[in-house]
T-cell receptor, first 116, second 113 residues
Framework: EPEVTQTPSHQVTQMGQEVILRCVPI?????FYWYRQILGQKVEFLVSFYNNEISEKSEIFDDQFSVERPDGSNFTLKIRSTKLEDSAMYFC??????????????FGPGTRLTVL | GNSVTQMEGPVTLSEEAFLTINCTYT??????LFWYVQYPGEGLQLLLK?????DKGSNKGFEATYRKETTSFHLEKGSVQVSDSAVYFC????????????FGTGTRLLVSP
């Protein structure tokens, strides 16, 4: 069964450094999402992406964050200058997005980001 | 917008006990409702879903019924196993369509032998 994959599984970085988290959504899915989960807290929406542009973003998704689908398969989340409070598990998700089709979101295994 | 309220945990049970994890929702219209599970050290997995009122989602012995009258989507299992120990999240989209998901706070289930 097709899966959403994410790399790396764990990223450790110094405060102020840039990080890029990578996701490969399920092939021919049309809607893509990033969420994050700070340790012990609820899962929070960051951004959704459709037709090569951001369709919605949360207050968390400030100018330090950006997303890109550079090659039709990868979907990346970049944090330009990481802060300690960016330490979290980051999940990518995708939805087929066909009219009348399932609205189930399929999640990747997550990338644990640790900012020192 | 739509939202969910989930019972706080942890829920601690002995193996073979009956499980209920409460979830109530506030919604405009009738969006799909979801239960996701997060096993220790892993990502989010869809456990079950229901797409309309009175629908029952089921998977791996877990069930949840979409109840419009009580705006609830409680998760139940007749006999839990140690391997069911995980965090369970109730979720729904803020509106119909291919929107983000709004998650509950999660309920940790601990099952002892």
């Amino acid at each position: 069964e097709p899966e959403v994959t994410q790399t790396p599984s764990h990223q450790v970085t110094q405060m102020g450094q840039e990080v890029i988290l990578r996701c490969v959504p399920i092939s021919n899915h049309l809607y893509f999402y990033w969420y994050r989960q700070i340790l012990g807290q609820k899962v929070e929406f960051l951004v959704s992406f459709y037709n090569n542009e951001i369709s919605e973003k949360s207050e968390i998704f400030d100018d330090q964050f950006s997303v890109e689908r550079p090659d039709g398969s990868n979907f990346t989340l970049k944090i330009r200058s990481t802060k300690l409070e960016d330490s979290a598990m980051y999940f990518c998700a995708s939805v087929p997005g066909l009219a009348g089709g399932t609205d189930t979101q399929y999640f990747g295994p997550g990338t644990r980001l640790t900012v020192l | 917008g739509n939202s969910v309220t989930q019972m706080e945990g942890p829920v601690t049970l002995s193996e073979e006990a009956f499980l209920t994890i409460n979830c109530t929702y506030t919604a405009t219209g009738y969006p799909s409702l979801f239960w996701y599970v997060q096993y220790p050290g892993e990502g989010l997995q869809l456990l079950l879903k229901a797409t309309k009122a009175d629908d029952k989602g089921s998977n791996k012995g877990f069930e949840a019924t979409y109840r419009k009258e009580t705006t609830s989507f409680h998760l139940e299992k007749g006999s839990v196993q140690v391997s069911d120990s995980a965090v369970y999240f109730c979720a729904l989209p803020p509106h119909t369509g291919f929107q983000k998901l709004v998650f509950g706070t999660g309920t940790r289930l601990l099952v002892s032998p």
